[in-house]
């Protein structure tokens, strides 16, 4: 009988989940949502009383807990109470607790990443504009008085709340009402507040002229108080390090603003003018004489004393960044000496002139040694006070103290800086500074275990967790940030590599912390446990040392042997381990202690495996180890080793781990980042650099206008052209009015002068009768929409596709592909994706177009996963281009037996072209003259040289027309001669000898269409490099899903001398899913999660969106439609699907359940109902004759995956009849789709990851047919993001109604039956199962 209880195994070993306690936050929860009720989700009453009293009691009353801040944002506080009414109010009738109530709800919406739609709502009218001005009013009161209270929140946190804004809205300047409201704050009025030192002023007017005539012009004008809020914040940050009584409120508070300066210090349009600035008010000097810049001052705030320094050190490498803080030109090395050098040599000629005898030393010293700072300083101590001060003041020094004369000796009694820091300012500012370059060339790849156990990584992982309450909610990461724009690209580069290392380096320390539990290490020294990934090693010696090269300390190469014992493990985990380690993996080894910590860790990379005797084995061979022990030769990283001289790391480490390949390629990106970073190439092609990097016109990197653009076979008749261009272009002129020729070559006329539209054809190559080389034309009815993104895509320079779910973004890559191939013979195209079986789908699509086979190249893993006959890896194509040679050989012989010629022709390829040229082309050419000179049909047929050769069924010369009989001639012979052609480029493979080579020249001189994945590239990209590979287009997929680091890596495959990148199109859409990052920290702080071709979205770049999709009912996508511009659906799925799904009431369903979440551990989530109500429904579905195969269950946590797969196992796994259905998480199911989707949304205490739109899209689309979502309705319906999917989808209520009298595939119409919740429905199922069993017997 069919199992009734409900119990449940969880998988890591836990229990079926129990209740969650209770806590002050559902209680918290509950309060608030009568207020919401009460308030604005009832009858919207508004009273600045009860904005008060939420502020004293939910807010300010509960510490500013996060909890209290996510309910009342989810429940639309912002949206309904505070902005509506504050847009309606006038400004004096706006309390400063309503403004302070805007502000926290705005952080807390940019805490949770969802501040984009936000700006949607704030754009309207000039209302932020408003906010903006009174939040500065507010703010300049508050500085001016520190211990004021506002809007019952105390001075500190007011300011926390302020900044925080401040950093939100400098995250988004490309919302219009955002950027002009604050770049006021970062305008050239900022330097009317440079009154002591105006000498700086003056240089930068002096490099700039135009500058001078802007900042007249600013002064005609009234000036606004927005531009004062940035010098007094300064003014204040600097008073509170020195006040000596903050506290760790103040220290949290001035780390916060030290976070907006680096932010505005990181992009050039805030950069230009706040730079100065902070120069001129010693802002660094002053940091690092703070009490919080040393280490250990107080137990108590010693983390934060670290975070300050350390966002103390990113504003520092921020302020003096190789850059042209006003023309945003990049430095190289040598500009950015040469500008040190210049400003030495100034200060000298200044010393001269003005102090002749007193530095008469320092003038005619070396720069060099100037740039120390012991011997400048000493130079300046024959200076007295006086001078000193009149040395700054040319140098533009400020000397007038921002300090209160209560700061010790820093300030003396006058109001001026004493001697020592005028000294200390000197110093800092001619101190010589390593380059970008100089910085990372010492970097190790691979991580240890400083920086995988570091404050960092700890920091950034708990970084979603409850902060401590003096922050406000508002925690500071010293980490690197993406935004929309970068100094230059190597400070791209620096931001990537810092983000991707420290990704890495988390993700290898999940990885270690789980093999040392298992490993379950003893007192004794031994392990108790084992693990799949990790082995106890034999033996570890380092065994080979080299000598450094010339100008270099490190070794140039260090080699070690490490030798495992597999005698204790199944035969199993020996085939991976013999399997999965090869040449060029990563290992990583670490030492565990007795008392179970990891002591050290370092990175390896395998050169090769060694037999019993040491001698390496030829993998190539097919050598194999024999016995228990493996024994592997490595590569350690050579200055890592320089810095292990000293200690006996090696002798610990004691533990070996390998990682899955698709997470092991951490080494190879970073290298190639770093790579770079040295490199002084210029790695990105002119019409794109600028818009890379985030500035000028967004649409500058389209090349776009009139002319002819190469179609293809794109369209499928003249209809079809006219369907897509009338609109547009409403005289259209075909060459043949009634055969749309094909390929199809479309001359646009130019915009402003209008004209015809003309439809050409370039004539096809024709080879007569042979089948064999006819053209497989395309067949799909392209879009309008489709064929813009073609359009635009045949053309140079950036083009984006936004392809939303079901719209044929493959289909669309693919003809690009085509048309780009045929257009360009010359050239060569790059194919790129995320996924091998992305690129495999693209591929075997690409297959099957009119595209030479030989001209195809997949490289890297999951070629063999190809759905086809030949094999295309590099291996694959040679072995093809050696069988095609023999092949075309035979035909070349059997050609000259044809010709009654004597001898062995089809020998080599030279036999071949000597045999065409002597036989074959003598024999046509007088022929041809002859055909071509008014011969008649008789002489044509009769005097054809090469009758024999063509051996076929049907009579070669059928028409009795002279003029067909000519092409049919003219084709035989260009079939002949495609024979010779294509020998002529298999002889290469003839005359290399060795196999590697053969790959080599296959990749660089014959491969026209070369696929792989962005990680491919980046493992390769040193030996394509050095092959000197080319190539004119990228064409990526899925390019929403990469990070934008390995987006650009493969646009870098190529030396910028000689051919450069030609095309760029990306094809993805970032309102689905990014990137995958495992770091909530690095993820939410520092928007590592951001995609090239999400960036370029956001900065304005024109791009194409894919409008008609054919994937789901018409019903369903409505669901999701609403994210895009005018997405509508295909003929074929209006009225083309079944009215109904057999069994439901409804295609879609909404079904509301109030169970509870629990969390086994840490984001885990887990709801027993829900996952017994999704297993119900597929029990339901099966039981009405639903293939198991055309069902998929869904959901939002991996903890609800496990459990579902639990309740699978027990309510389905005891009778074969179930089957299993298709789990998975939403996150794994993007790119997929399925005919009956059920989805399980799991929260009740909080709307979690699902608060991401891109998710929710993903979730809503990938279902065809049928959509029952399962969730708990008051938790959702108020969420403002998701209101109008959870309304859609509310439709139809939010109980399931079924009719189990149906069945599938049959066209009923039975009674309907609700389901009341868990047990009725579990109830129901059941007794259907008693019957089939019943039916059965």
Known sequence: MPPRSSSARGRRGKAAPQKPRATANASEMDDIEVLANKLWLGDKRWSDESVVDIMRVHIVGKHYARSSLQTLERLQYFELYLWANFAALDDSLVSDAHIMSILLMINEKHRQGVIASLWATLEEGRVFGKLFDRVARMALELLSARDKA?????????????????????????????????????????????????????AEFGRMPQLRKFAKHLKKKKPGIVGDLLPALLRDFIALMFAGDGGVEALAYCTKLVELLVDLESQLATRR?????????????????????????????????????????????????????????????????DRHYQRVAELQLIAFREFPLELEALALASIASLSSDGILAAHLEALDDSGLH????????????????????????????????????????????????????????????????????????????????????????????????????????????????????????????????RLQPTEAGGFDGWARMAMPMHSFNVVDVQKPRVGERAPSKVRADICIDLSNYAESIKAEWDAEVRPRDVLILFGIAANGSVQCVRGC????????????????????????????????????????????????????MRRKPQENNFKAVLETVRDLMISQESLLPDWLASTFLGYGDPSAALVRGPGSVYFGDTFVSADHVREVFADEYPDIVFEDELVLGKPCVIEFPP????????????????????????????????????VAAIRSA????????????????????????????????????????????????????????????????????????????????????VESYLDRRRELLDLVQKLAEALDIPGDFGYTCDNARLFFIAHVRMRWEPYYRRITGGAGLDDVVGGFPFTKFFDLDTPLFASADLAAAIRVAEGCYRYIESIFDELGDIQPFELLRNNAERSNYLLTNQARIVAMTCTHAALKRRELIRLGFRYDTVVMEEAAQVLDIETFIPLTLQSSKGRSLKRLVMIGDHN???????????????????????????????????NRQARARPEIASLYRWRYREL??????????????????????????????????????????????????????????????????????????????????????????????????????????????????????????????????????????????????????????????????????????????????????????????????????????KELLVDSE
């Not at 931001?495 to 993700?507: H, M, N, T």
């Not at 079901?806 to 790059?830: C, E, F, M, W």
């Not at 797969?1205 to 789990?1223: E, I, K, M, T, Y």
Request: proline content about 4%; overall charge negative.
């Open 1128 to 1329: 509508e659906d295909l003929e074929s799925v209006v009225g083309g699907f079944p009215s109904k799904n057999a069994g439901f009431a409804s295609t879609f369903q909404f079904v509301n359940l109030a169970g509870e979440e629990s969390e086994p551990s840490r984001y885990f989530y887990q709801n027993l109902d829900e996952a017994e109500f999704s297993v119900a429904i597929y029990q339901y579905m099966r039981l009405l004759g639903y293939p198991a195969e055309r069902i998929a269950i869904l959901t939002t946590y991996n903890g609800q995956l496990a459990l579902i797969r639990d309740v699978l196992d027990r309510r389905c796994g005891w009778h074969s009849f179930f089957g299993v259905p298709r789990v998975a998480t939403v996150d794994q199911f993007q790119g997929q789709q399925s005919d009956y989707v059920v989805l399980s949304l799991v929260r009740t205490r909080g709307v979690g990851h699902l608060r991401d739109l891109r998710r929710l899209t993903v979730a809503l689309s990938r279902a065809r047919l049928g959509l029952y979502v399962i969730g708990y309705r008051r938790m959702f319906e108020t969420c403002f993001e998701l209101q109008r999917a959870i309304g859609g989808l509310l439709a139809n209520g939010d109980k399931l109604t079924v009719c189990p009298d149906e069945r599938f595939g049959e066209d009923l119409d039975s009674q309907k039956v609700v389901v009341e919740g868990v047990e009725d429905f579990g109830q129901l199922v059941f007794d259907m199962t």
């Open 794 to 877: 045949a053309q140079p320079g950036l083009t984006l596709v936004v392809g939303p779910p079901g719209t044929g973004k493959t289909d669309v890559a693919v003809q690009i592909i085509s048309n780009l191939y045929h257009a360009h013979p010359r050239q060569t195209i790059l194919l790129l994706t995320h996924s091998n079986q992305a690129l495999n789908q693209l591929f075997e699509k690409i297959i099957a177009l009119d595209i030479e086979p030989r001209h195809l190249l997949r490289l890297g893993h999951g070629e063999e996963d190809l759905d086809s006959e030949e094999r295309y890896s590099k291996a694959g194509r």
């Open 150 to 202: 506002v809007g019952l929140v105390d001075g500190l946190s007011a300011r926390s709340v302020v900044v925080q804004f401040l950093i939100a809205c400098f995250g988004s300047l490309e919302t219009e009402c955002v950027r002009n409201a604050c770049m006021p704050v970062a305008s050239l009025s900022l330097w009317e507040h440079i009154d002591d030192t105006r000498a700086l002023v003056e």
């Open 390 to 517: 009149r040395l700054a003041a040319h140098v533009g020094i400020r000397t007038r103290s921002l300090l209160p004369t209560t700061a010790g000796d820093l300030v003396q009694e006058d109001g001026v800086y004493g001697r020592e820091f005028i000294l200390r300012a000197f110093v800092e500012r001619y101190r010589i500074r390593p380059t970008v370059a100089d910085q990372v060339r010492e970097i190790s790849p691979y991580p240890n275990e400083s920086l995988l156990f570091s404050e960092i990584i700890t920091e950034t992982d708990q970084y979603t967790r409850q902060p401590p309450l003096e922050t406000i909610g508002y925690p500071v990461l010293a980490v690197p940030k993406l935004n929309l724009q970068f100094l230059t690209l190597h400070d791209y580069l620096a931001r990537c590599f810092e983000l991707y290392r420290l990704e890495c380096a988390f993700d290898i320390r999940e990885n270690i912390e789980d093999a040392v539990r």
């Open 1072 to 1106: 689905q899913l990014p990137p995958v990052v495992k770091n909530s920290g690095l993820r939410a702080y520092a928007n590592m999660e951001q995609s090239l071709f999400t960036r370029m979205v956001r900065l304005g770049v024109p791009y194409v969106e894919l």
């Open 751 to 786: 915009e402003e002068a209008g004209g015809s539209l003309r439809v050409t054809s370039q004539r096809a190559m024709d080879y007569g009768p042979m089948e064999s080389v006819r053209r497989r034309e395309n067949t799909v009815r392209f879009t309008s929409a489709q």
């Open 273 to 337: 003018y706040v730079n100065l600035l902070l120069v001129d008010y010693e802002v660094l000097d002053l940091c690092r004489l703070s009490e919080w810049y040393r280490v250990g001052t107080n137990a108590a705030a010693a983390a934060g004393e670290r975070r300050f320094r350390d966002m103390v050190g990113m504003l520092r490498e921020r302020v003096y960044f190789q850059v042209n803080d006003v023309s945003g030109l990049a430095m190289t090395e040598a500009e950015a000496k």
């Open 605 to 656: 990379e395998v050169e090769c495996r060694l037999d019993i005797n040491g001698k390496p084995i030829d993998d190539f061979a097919g050598g194999k180890p024999s016995g228990t022990l493996r024994n592997l030769r490595v590569l350690l990283d050579t200055h890592q080793h320089l810095l292990d001289l000293a200690t006996d790391v090696y002798g610990s480490l004691n533990v070996v």
